[in-house]
């Protein structure tokens, strides 16, 4: 312990005219910070920098030209307690000083070295004493309350209780030799030796009735279900100092970074919904060109254009030309095209495809219905990653090239997902210490059900199946959506209020977390009922038109409501009291609703007790509605294709079956062989049953493979080496399944359909081409016993009314 407070207090800190230059105490103290709340070794310069940054504004050095954040990120190495990732490889000027730009580009990550972060993870009274040793020594007293609280560590008064509770001596016992009031709060759905080292805290600490936590607030303030949706835009998120740790970056934004400040000047114009991360993305640039850490908060909004410069190249940023005058759009893009420099334009789609056409008319540079054309192409155009070629396009032979980015293209459901991740894990609910009804707060018991088990994984499956399904979120639907399930509308003061309430008069602890349970609130309803004014949440009105949490199986329905319910599924301790009063609601034969709400219970915190049970996994699918969506979220994750030969085949032999039989009218059980697929002229509308049908193509399965796009990121089938393609959306896929087990249930959208016709054709049109001109005809016809027998004709050309049978 004395050695590593030794390494502490013997960093060489730089001191001019006898003050110390604080960045590498700062920084030290932000790392001491992540350590206390159990973070990751390393941690990116991105992310390091951002709250360095933080620190320098609110203690430092803010507005002033010596804050640079690099300095100390690679200068701590030479202090023997901090380790920089790949750091012989990495350029150097000559003083010794890595390059910012090697460090944001090459993710390069740092942090202390494992000896000395093993020791302050294995004692957290070593974290502390090291915060005190550096506060001590650097900052004024008056700023040692502040800079704990900016850092994630305890206050003062925290601090001397979790050393009272641990001591300094390492041999105080186990776990359970803890306080009994510590011992109640580490079995209340925290997880089984995972003790929350703020909950300890709160327990032993004297309570405050009048304690308010801001950061439920402030996600109330993401949604528009109440009045005040203040935070619900991107610019005024970016303002709010818990924006940071909720900051997801878009993957696009590096790449309009890297487009705008190399190569020849250009026009990039961001669009697509409101909502979809337009202004997002716009503000990460904006940071980037000043200097600024991605997820930094921002000091003011952005103007109408902010003009800035990287080396000698201006870069302009409009931040919503759909929100300006028809003229003042054309002046804007008269500028863009016409002056120096590099410009990134945020506009809706409607007003960009007008003012593009007007402005070619205007200058007569280019066809106003090529232009549209083509900007319809290239809004239609998959986004992939770093590759703009395919988004650029020219309005005249000098001007700027055009890059158009339709951020509907991009998927959000990664980041939505993420975004929940990090609302769970926010330092925002270390805010909660000290409040006299924490061990009962609804808004914490919900907290802590959903930090167990893959609830994440669970909600992005139903962002997933709404997104495959054509029924896509932007990323503020999204957040909005999160923000109210996490809270169930719920304010600070409410929940306190009803806590209080309930142990004034000894009632039933749970209700509150009854009203606002996430499993709940994410599907629009409160106890089994639906919520009505939930509704005008767009990812609730589509979730409740699925209906999800229908009855499942018997034999599942009859451990639904058992005594001992979820001997098949584990559930977050947290949720036993909820669950066991709702069993007994849904025994009686009224109790529909309750046996609903157990459904979802039951798909959002539902863990396998055995690992050999496949009862789970087929309860999540058809919970789903979608038997392939888990395994298609798989491949998108991964980007990969990651089944065996032996199961392609498999998989390819029950794509053919299923287009058969679409094609021919005939089940695939009809046909005495599967080693074709044929193509016949049977009636666009399907109505009447045609025993007798012409062939027109007749096509061998070996000619069919199963690959994946890496630009759609979707298997494909291929005909003859991708002469003719079939990307596999999900629908198709979930249709395919659902087909190849004999159900009838699933039926396809006329868009599917369309796509499958437009197979067909393609098919059609291939064989064709590689087919030699023949007299051959033949038909497929159903006998008596409905068998598919297949009739070859050769036509006589030399009689013309006579047709020979080919044996």
Not at 229 to 240: H, I, P, R, T
Not at 376 to 401: F, Q
Not at 465 to 482: D, G, S
Not at 747 to 775: C, D, G, M, Y
Request: some cysteine; aromatic content about 10%; hydrophobic content about 40%.
């Amino acid at each position: 312990m004395k050695d590593i407070l030794n390494q502490f207090s013997n960093i060489s800190v730089y001191k001019e005219d006898g003050e110390f230059f604080l960045h590498k105490p700062l920084l030290l103290l932000a790392y001491l910070g992540f350590c206390w709340r159990g973070r990751e070794r390393l941690i990116s310069f991105d992310e390091a920098s951002q709250k360095l940054m933080s620190l320098f504004n609110g203690f430092y050095l803010a507005g002033s030209e010596y804050g640079n954040t690099h300095y100390p990120f690679g200068k701590l190495e030479n202090d023997g307690i901090w380790e920089v990732e790949k750091s012989s490889t990495l350029k150097r000027t000559s003083a010794g000083h890595l390059f910012k730009t090697e460090l944001i580009e090459d993710g390069i990550r740092a942090g202390f070295s494992k000896e000395v972060y093993d020791d302050l993870s294995n004692n957290k009274c070593l974290v502390l004493d090291a915060a005190d040793l550096l506060l001590g020594r650097y900052f004024a007293p008056e700023q040692h309350q502040g800079l704990r609280a900016a850092v994630g560590l305890p206050s003062a008064d925290h601090a001397t209780t979790y050393n009272t509770l641990y001591g300094v001596k390492q041999d105080m016992g186990t776990v359970s030799d803890l306080p009994e009031p510590v011992m109640a709060e580490r079995n209340d759905g925290i997880g089984e030796g995972n003790l929350d080292l703020f909950d300890i805290i709160a327990v032993l600490k004297p309570k405050n009735k009048d304690h308010q936590n801001a950061y439920i607030g402030y996600l109330n303030s993401l949604h528009n279900l109440s009045a005040d949706g203040s935070n619900a835009l991107a610019e005024s998120q970016a303002l709010s100092p818990y924006f940071d740790e909720l900051y997801v970056a878009f993957p696009l934004a590096k790449t309009v970074k890297d487009a705008l400040t190399s190569g020849e000047d250009k026009v990039i114009i961001l669009t697509g919904h409101a909502g979809d991360g337009k202004s997002t993305v716009a503000l990460d640039v904006f940071k980037h060109l000043h200097g600024y850490a991605p997820n930094q908060p921002l000091q003011h909004k952005l103007k109408e254009r902010e003009v800035m410069r990287a080396g000698n190249r201006e870069i302009s940023i409009v931040k919503d030309m759909s929100e300006l005058s028809a003229p003042n759009r054309l002046r804007w893009l008269d500028d863009a095209f016409g002056k120096p420099g590099s410009w990134l334009i945020i506009s809706n789609t409607g007003p960009l495809l007008n003012s593009l056409s007007e402005f070619v008319k205007n200058h007569g540079i280019a066809d106003v219905a090529w232009v549209e054309n083509e900007v319809l192409k290239k809004l239609d155009t998959p986004y992939k990653e770093a590759e703009l070629t395919t988004h650029t396009l020219r309005l005249g032979d000098t001007s700027k090239p055009l890059v158009i980015l339709n951020m509907t293209r991009l998927n959000n459901v990664d980041s939505g997902a993420r975004v929940l991740e990090k609302m769970l894990l926010h330092s925002g609910w270390s805010e909660c210490q000290g409040c006299d009804v924490e061990d009962s707060c609804p808004l914490r018991k919900n907290r802590q059900a959903l930090r167990q088990g893959d609830v994440i994984d669970r909600v992005r499956w139903v962002y997933q199946r709404l997104t495959a399904y054509e029924q896509r979120l932007t990323l503020r639907q999204i957040v909005a959506h999160l923000a109210f399930s996490v809270t169930g509308g719920l304010s600070c003061t409410e929940a306190h209020d009803h806590a209080y309430d309930t142990q004034a008069s000894s009632g039933n602890v749970d209700e509150g977390l009854e009203g606002i349970l996430f499993s709940e609130s994410f599907f629009g309803y409160r106890r089994g009922e639906i919520a009505e004014k939930t509704g005008a949440f767009k990812a609730i009105e589509l979730i409740r038109r699925l209906e999800f949490g229908s009855p499942f199986a018997v034999d599942f329905e009859r451990k639904l409501i058992a005594d001992d319910a979820t001997s098949w599924v584990d559930l977050p301790p947290a949720l036993a009291p909820v669950a066991k009063r709702w069993r007994s609601y849904a025994r009686d034969p009224a109790g529909v609703r309750w046996r609903f709400a157990l459904r979802r219970m039951a798909y959002l915190y539902g863990q396998v007790v055995d690992k050999n049970d496949k009862g789970l996994d087929a309860f999540l699918d058809n919970f789903l509605q979608a038997p392939k969506l888990r395994q298609f979220d798989r491949w998108q994750r991964n980007k990969a294709f990651d089944i065996s030969y032996s199961e392609q085949d498999v998989f390819k032999d029950n794509i053919l079956k299923v287009l058969l039989e679409l094609y021919s009218g005939f089940s695939a059980r009809q046909f005495e062989s599967h080693d074709f697929l044929y193509l016949t002229l049977r009636r666009a509308d399907r109505v009447a049953v045609q025993p007798v049908q012409i062939v027109m193509a007749s096509l061998s399965n070996e000619d069919f493979s199963l690959n994946y796009d890496d630009n759609q990121y979707l298997p494909v089938l291929n005909y003859r080496d991708g002469q003719a393609r079939l990307m596999l959306t999900l629908p198709l896929l979930d249709y395919i399944q659902a087909r190849s087990i004999g159900s009838l249930g699933g039926q396809l959208t006329p868009i599917h359909l369309a796509q499958l016709e437009w197979f067909r054709s393609k098919l059609l049109q291939v064989s064709r081409k590689n087919s030699q001109i023949n007299n051959k005809i033949v038909l497929l016809k159903t006998g008596i016993d409905g068998a598919v027998n297949i009739h070859r004709f050769l036509f006589d050309s030399n009689n013309g009314k006579t047709k020979l049978r080919v044996k």
